[in-house]
């Protein structure tokens, strides 16, 4: 019996949390979508205090005041940094402060479904848990893919392939909960292409003075693979003064960069299957995640793929809110027994 069916839902705000490397979103049962960058920084002193006025910054708001902050980016390859006490408080403030964006009424219990990248599923969990149990009453914790999956009704037959920050999560759907088997989780993606630009981008400009969020902008305006019309030039300054820089070559070095491995582990992965089905899930491919803005990759990998047959690959509507959406959805579809009890 569904929960729903079971509960009264005024009671209740289902939440999907979709707890990303680069950036968190939460979408809520009472209609309300909300995103932050997960960076997480507390006030370095009392001095820092009284400049920054609040014992706890986030996102954007958090990276502009950095240096009066001890700056925090709690998940790398999409697990939470383990050894500092620190990155575990710092996924707690993110939910508690998207769980408070979400604007629950008073009273109401919170139920919650996290989404984290696949192979990290079962690091993950426990500490999940703490992080999630003073705010929520009931929790499931699912893969990233699998709520995407699950928000666009992509149950069957199907590939899902989420390129995020510190992860690109892959999720075949055939008709059941995914297993583990159905899921791979490689770390070409958002990050890594960061690191090739900036490596790229000394060599080519030893003297030019950029910092890796410069370079990360460039490339969210400026991605591609193959080709695209025109010239890329960006203003980076060189001894002070504001002086124009032609990146185009290391954009797209940089950006195809993760190909190799993007296909090679997409065609493994449909491999498993027996031809009737590979045909199946080749023609329903969907890519999502941030990294799915790339232009031209699409089209890309739709090639790539094609050799071994027909192919057909398409990109999520709305990769910023993807997973949470798809998260809040089985939330609110979820039978009783899945939920864990936090409370
Ligand atoms: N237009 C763009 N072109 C290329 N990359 C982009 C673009 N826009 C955003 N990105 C990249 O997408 C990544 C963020 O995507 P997303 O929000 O899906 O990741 P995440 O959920 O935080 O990470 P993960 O799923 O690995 O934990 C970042 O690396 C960001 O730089
Ligand atoms: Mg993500």
Redesign the pocket.
């Given at each position: 019996m569904k929960l729903k069916e079971t509960q009264s839902e005024g009671n209740i705000l289902f939440v999907g949390i979709?707890?990303?490397?680069?950036?968190?979103s939460i979408s809520a049962s009472n209609g309300t979508r909300q995103w932050i960058e997960?960076y997480v920084g507390w006030p370095k002193d009392f001095i820092s205090l009284q400049v920054v006025g609040k014992p706890v910054l986030f996102g954007s708001e958090a990276l502009k005041h950095r240096l009066s902050l001890d700056l925090c980016r709690p998940?790398e390859h999409?697990v939470i940094k383990e050894g500092i006490e620190r990155n575990e408080e710092a996924v707690k403030e993110i939910i508690k402060y998207l769980i408070e964006l979400a604007k629950p009424a008073a009273g109401q219990k919170i139920y919650a479904v996290v989404g984290v990248?696949a192979d990290t599923l079962k690091v993950n969990k426990l500490a999940i848990r703490r992080a999630v149990s003073e705010f929520a009453h009931s929790l499931m914790v699912v893969s990233?893919p699998f709520a995407v999956a699950y928000g666009l009704s992509l149950l069957n037959n199907s590939l899902v392939i989420?390129?995020?920050?510190?992860?690109t999560?892959l999720c075949i759907m055939h008709g059941a909960i995914p297993s583990d088997e159905d899921q791979k989780t490689i770390v070409n993606?958002?990050?890594y292409?960061?690191e090739q630009l900036y490596s790229y981008l000394t060599e080519k400009y030893p003297n030019s003075k950029f910092n890796k969020n410069m370079v990360?902008q460039f490339?969210?305006?400026y991605?591609f693979v193959r080709d695209v019309p025109g010239d890329i030039h960006v203003e980076i300054p060189v001894d002070g003064k504001p002086v124009m820089h032609d990146i185009k070559n290391e954009v797209k070095r940089a950006?195809e960069s993760i190909l190799p491995a993007l296909v090679e582990t997409t065609a493994e992965m449909i491999a498993r299957f027996d031809p009737e089905f590979q045909i199946k899930i080749k023609n329903n491919i969907v890519l999502?995640?941030?990294?799915s803005?790339?232009r031209g990759l699409r089209e890309y990998l739709q090639d790539a793929l094609k050799e071994y047959g027909p192919c057909n690959v398409t990109n999520v509507q709305d990769?910023?809110f993807a997973?949470s959406d798809g998260a809040v959805k089985l939330a609110q579809d979820m039978p009783a027994k899945y939920w864990e009890p936090l409370q």
């Amino acid at each position: 019996m569904k929960l729903k069916e079971t509960q009264s839902e005024g009671n209740i705000l289902f939440v999907g949390i979709d707890l990303g490397t680069s950036r968190s979103s939460i979408s809520a049962s009472n209609g309300t979508r909300q995103w932050i960058e997960s960076y997480v920084g507390w006030p370095k002193d009392f001095i820092s205090l009284q400049v920054v006025g609040k014992p706890v910054l986030f996102g954007s708001e958090a990276l502009k005041h950095r240096l009066s902050l001890d700056l925090c980016r709690p998940l790398e390859h999409g697990v939470i940094k383990e050894g500092i006490e620190r990155n575990e408080e710092a996924v707690k403030e993110i939910i508690k402060y998207l769980i408070e964006l979400a604007k629950p009424a008073a009273g109401q219990k919170i139920y919650a479904v996290v989404g984290v990248p696949a192979d990290t599923l079962k690091v993950n969990k426990l500490a999940i848990r703490r992080a999630v149990s003073e705010f929520a009453h009931s929790l499931m914790v699912v893969s990233e893919p699998f709520a995407v999956a699950y928000g666009l009704s992509l149950l069957n037959n199907s590939l899902v392939i989420d390129i995020g920050a510190g992860t690109t999560d892959l999720c075949i759907m055939h008709g059941a909960i995914p297993s583990d088997e159905d899921q791979k989780t490689i770390v070409n993606a958002g990050d890594y292409i960061d690191e090739q630009l900036y490596s790229y981008l000394t060599e080519k400009y030893p003297n030019s003075k950029f910092n890796k969020n410069m370079v990360r902008q460039f490339k969210e305006k400026y991605s591609f693979v193959r080709d695209v019309p025109g010239d890329i030039h960006v203003e980076i300054p060189v001894d002070g003064k504001p002086v124009m820089h032609d990146i185009k070559n290391e954009v797209k070095r940089a950006c195809e960069s993760i190909l190799p491995a993007l296909v090679e582990t997409t065609a493994e992965m449909i491999a498993r299957f027996d031809p009737e089905f590979q045909i199946k899930i080749k023609n329903n491919i969907v890519l999502a995640g941030g990294g799915s803005l790339i232009r031209g990759l699409r089209e890309y990998l739709q090639d790539a793929l094609k050799e071994y047959g027909p192919c057909n690959v398409t990109n999520v509507q709305d990769p910023l809110f993807a997973g949470s959406d798809g998260a809040v959805k089985l939330a609110q579809d979820m039978p009783a027994k899945y939920w864990e009890p936090l409370q």
